[in-house]
């Protein structure tokens, strides 16, 4: 799977996207990157975390 990222295009409050099923996904007039370097300060789609979230739960320790 490649991983790539996408933003609307010419917004003025621009947030990044890497889940395709987001309901938010930019289909047309968008940028798409491959990397997005952690120095950049870029902000990322709260869905699109909460779909990635969900893909990978957490495991709740058993109770002793």
Not at 29 to 46: T, Y
């Amino acid at each position: 799977m490649i991983l790539f990222y996408r933003r609307h295009k010419d917004t003025l409050d621009p947030e990044w996207h890497f889940r395709t099923d987001c309901p938010h996904w930019p289909d047309t007039n968008f940028v798409q990157l491959h990397f997005i370097n952690p120095e950049m300060n870029e902000r990322f789609c709260e869905d699109c975390a909460n779909l990635e979230a969900a893909m990978f739960p957490s495991k709740k320790p058993a109770d002793a």
